[in-house]
């Protein structure tokens, strides 16, 4: 499956922009269901595959001054999302902010990919 790399890094900077982040740090990795399901393993102690995962470092904290914002990473299997990867980077961006699955979420999700930034 072919990946829209530009197009990855675009929604995330608007994600970003929205949830009012103007400098951070974030990786981005797709990987195989093969790599996905050791990382859930690994980290969440659950053998499966999944859409996507997310790994935060400084989130919102407070840094010291001069001290570059590293968010984290998002970790996306496209062979599970298929070609409905946009909620699932929006999903793994908003779990590095500190939100958590509920209504709240759900509501920042719709509205950032509703604002058609979204390649």
Do not use: Q
């Amino acid at each position: 499956m072919d990946i829209d790399a530009a197009g990855a890094i675009a929604l995330a900077r608007h994600a970003l922009a929205v949830e009012g982040v103007t400098a951070a740090e974030l990786g981005i990795a797709f990987v195989t269901p093969d790599e996905i399901r050791r990382l859930k393993a690994e980290h969440l102690g659950m053998d499966e595959a999944t859409d996507v995962l997310s790994f935060p470092i400084d989130g919102l904290d407070e840094l010291p001054h001069g001290v570059p914002r590293a968010l984290g990473d998002v970790v996306i299997c496209p062979e599970v999302v298929g070609e409905e990867w946009r909620w699932p980077l929006v999903h793994g961006i908003l779990h590095l902010l500190g939100l958590e699955h509920g209504e709240e979420m759900e509501l920042r999700e719709r509205a950032i990919l509703a604002a058609g930034a979204a390649p």
